[in-house]
């Protein structure tokens, strides 16, 4: 179904999930012959976890990954039986749940390691686990000076038949190419160990979006593909979703709730940051900084109504904002889009992450529960 033939309720995000799974095609025959995770944490990037999940195995994704259990447990809650591995764990996180539920754990550190392997002998279960080598992100991971000690006892306690090590994985910080080589060479080093320790993981990944589609040598096994199953751009440096064979998912779009015309000198919005310079038409659209909609972005981004480009006047509010369309034919109740596909004639997600100083990621992301999300396409 076309966006733009469905026509838009007060505030929406429309979400396509044909284009998700046309996104995940794409990269799969890109990065072949290794897999693809879709990453469906933070419900899906804010596009909807199930439903985006579901897209993406049917668009050849191999397995998913989240970030924490509740994630993985929603997915399964839903019927999806698709490989999960979730990787982000509370200090004082119970796993039996998730072994229960053949869920794969990501283990950063021995203790982690540790208390998965107790969760699996009090369930008269094994624990499929993937071991977080730090190769230079400095978040989470087991620091190279203990790695040799993790994977020593992973492999017992593989012995002891309460662990399985599926995967070894690390992430990239997508910093610089020398940089990133750097980090692949640690983590295939970490390999060598973990494998000289007698682990024999079937699962080696380092690459998100960006190392996926330009560092092929980064993509070993598996690659964990976020942001650019959503179609966003994982680069920041101007390439565009159509460039890579991609398509944006969300359209953020409502309708024009009041209009207006003003005179020279006319003040619009908090503060009157924004004053007629002439006479004017001003837009006003019932979305606002508590659906997400960036307050940072004030008098920098722009909208699409009509297919034409219009300019924010004043200051973003929590539930509107407004829009100068000058001498444009603008009644209430047309279409506004705030983002979406830049080839229907939409600003992008990273347009307006520009306008806000942020990048497209935490655009798509930040967008707030009262604004319903509506499904098209898909199986």
Same mark, same amino acid.
């Given at each position: 179904?076309?966006?733009?033939?469905?026509?838009?309720?007060?505030?929406?995000?429309?979400?396509?999930?044909?284009?998700?799974?046309?996104?995940?095609?794409?990269?799969?025959?890109?990065?072949?012959?290794?897999?693809?995770?879709?990453?469906?944490?933070?419900?899906?990037?804010?596009? @909807?976890?199930? *439903?985006?999940?579901?897209?993406? $195995?049917?668009? !050849?994704?191999? /397995?998913? %990954? &989240?970030?924490?259990? #509740?994630?993985?447990?929603?997915?399964?809650?839903?019927?999806?039986?698709?490989?999960?591995?979730?990787?982000?764990?509370?200090?004082?996180?119970?796993?039996?749940?998730?072994?229960?539920?053949?869920?794969?754990?990501?283990?950063?550190?021995?203790?982690?390691?540790?208390?998965?392997?107790?969760?699996?002998?009090?369930? @008269?279960?094994? *624990?499929?686990?993937?071991?977080? $080598?730090?190769? !230079?992100?400095? /978040?989470? %991971? &087991?620091?190279?000076? #203990?790695?040799?000690?993790?994977?020593?006892?992973?492999?017992?306690?593989?012995?002891?038949?309460?662990?399985?090590?599926?995967?070894?994985?690390?992430?990239?910080?997508?910093?610089?190419?020398?940089?990133?080589?750097?980090?692949?060479?640690?983590?295939?080093?970490?390999?060598?160990?973990?494998?000289?320790?007698?682990?024999?993981?079937?699962?080696?990944?380092?690459?998100?979006?960006?190392?996926?589609?330009?560092?092929?040598?980064?993509?070993?096994?598996?690659?964990?593909?976020?942001?650019?199953?959503?179609?966003?751009?994982?680069?920041?440096?101007?390439?565009?979703?159509?460039?890579?064979?991609?398509?944006?998912?969300?359209?953020?779009?409502?309708?024009?709730?009041?209009?207006?015309?003003?005179?020279?000198?006319?003040?619009?919005?908090?503060?009157?940051?924004?004053?007629?310079?002439?006479?004017?038409?001003?837009?006003?659209?019932?979305?606002?900084?508590?659906?997400?909609?960036?307050?940072?972005?004030?008098?920098?981004?722009?909208?699409?109504?009509?297919?034409?480009?219009?300019?924010?006047?004043?200051?973003?509010?929590?539930?509107?904002?407004?829009?100068?369309?000058?001498?444009?034919?603008?009644?209430?109740?047309?279409?506004?889009?705030?983002?979406?596909?830049?080839?229907?004639?939409?600003?992008?997600?990273?347009?307006?992450?520009?306008?806000?100083?942020?990048?497209?990621?935490?655009?798509?992301?930040?967008?707030?529960?009262?604004?319903?999300?509506?499904?098209?396409?898909?199986?």
């Amino acid at each position: 179904m076309n966006p733009r033939h469905v026509r838009s309720p007060f505030r929406e995000a429309l979400i396509d999930l044909d284009a998700v799974r046309e996104n995940v095609t794409t990269i799969a025959r890109a990065v072949a012959p290794a897999g693809v995770m879709a990453v469906v944490k933070a419900d899906g990037y804010g596009h @909807g976890a199930v *439903a985006v999940a579901r897209a993406a $195995l049917a668009g !050849g994704a191999d /397995r998913l %990954g &989240v970030a924490d259990l #509740d994630e993985a447990l929603a997915l399964r809650d839903a019927g999806i039986e698709a490989p999960v591995l979730a990787w982000l764990h509370d200090p004082a996180a119970r796993f039996d749940a998730a072994i229960a539920h053949d869920i794969d754990l990501g283990a950063s550190s021995l203790a982690q390691l540790e208390a998965m392997a107790d969760a699996a002998a009090s369930a @008269g279960r094994i *624990a499929n686990v993937h071991l977080k $080598l730090d190769t !230079g992100l400095s /978040r989470n %991971g &087991v620091l190279p000076a #203990d790695w040799e000690d993790v994977v020593t006892r992973a492999a017992a306690l593989e012995a002891d038949g309460r662990v399985r090590v599926r995967g070894l994985f690390s992430h990239l910080a997508n910093t610089s190419p020398d940089e990133d080589a750097a980090q692949l060479a640690a983590f295939l080093d970490g390999v060598a160990t973990a494998e000289r320790a007698g682990l024999t993981p079937e699962i080696r990944h380092i690459a998100s979006t960006a190392a996926a589609l330009r560092m092929p040598e980064a993509r070993l096994d598996l690659v964990r593909i976020g942001i650019g199953l959503y179609g966003v751009p994982p680069f920041g440096d101007g390439t565009t979703a159509a460039e890579l064979g991609l398509t944006p998912v969300m359209t953020l779009r409502g309708r024009v709730a009041a209009v207006r015309r003003v005179e020279p000198g006319t003040g619009a919005s908090y503060g009157h940051t924004w004053r007629a310079s002439h006479r004017t038409t001003l837009a006003l659209v019932p979305l606002g900084y508590a659906d997400g909609v960036p307050r940072q972005a004030s008098g920098r981004a722009e909208v699409a109504i009509h297919g034409t480009r219009h300019r924010i006047a004043g200051r973003i509010a929590m539930d509107q904002f407004l829009v100068d369309v000058g001498e444009a034919e603008v009644a209430v109740g047309d279409e506004v889009v705030l983002f979406g596909d830049p080839a229907a004639g939409a600003p992008s997600a990273d347009d307006w992450g520009d306008a806000a100083d942020t990048i497209g990621y935490e655009i798509v992301t930040r967008i707030g529960p009262r604004v319903p999300r509506t499904h098209v396409g898909g199986a």
